[in-house]
């Protein structure tokens, strides 16, 4: 059974960066897709970053250029590297691993972006 778990959330600055890391145990890396969610309080749950089993990374708008996305297939881990926080950006981010379309979710970070 595929567990995650996530760290590195905290609270940052407008203008700061974070680095969120997600631990991916109990099955094969590289047999899923990864990436991130994120859920601000009011808001239905948004994808912000993935990479796909090929290696391809993909992201929200209103992150592109921010945020980048990254794994370690040696560690297995997958990392998301935020820059340039802006408060909009506050939320409980969530990783994921998906084959197909079956979801495994980790129990979220908090991020908290100030002015």
């Known amino acids: 059974q595929v567990q995650l778990v996530e760290s590195g959330g905290g609270l940052v600055q407008a203008g700061g960066s974070l680095r969120l890391s997600c631990a991916i145990s109990?099955?094969?890396?590289?047999?899923?897709?990864k990436g991130w969610f994120r859920q601000a309080p009011g808001k239905q749950r948004e994808l912000v970053a993935s990479?796909?089993?090929?290696?391809?990374?993909d992201y929200a708008d209103s992150v592109q250029g921010r945020f980048s996305i990254s794994r370690d297939n040696a560690q297995n881990t997958v990392a998301l590297q935020m820059n340039t926080l802006k408060p909009e950006d506050t939320a409980i981010y969530y990783c994921?691993?998906?084959?197909?379309?079956?979801?495994?979710w980790g129990p979220g970070t908090q991020v908290t972006v100030t002015v």
């Open positions: 109990g099955g094969t890396f590289s047999d899923y897709a």
């Open positions: 994921f691993a998906r084959i197909l379309r079956s979801y495994t």
């Open positions: 990479i796909n089993v090929g290696g391809r990374t």
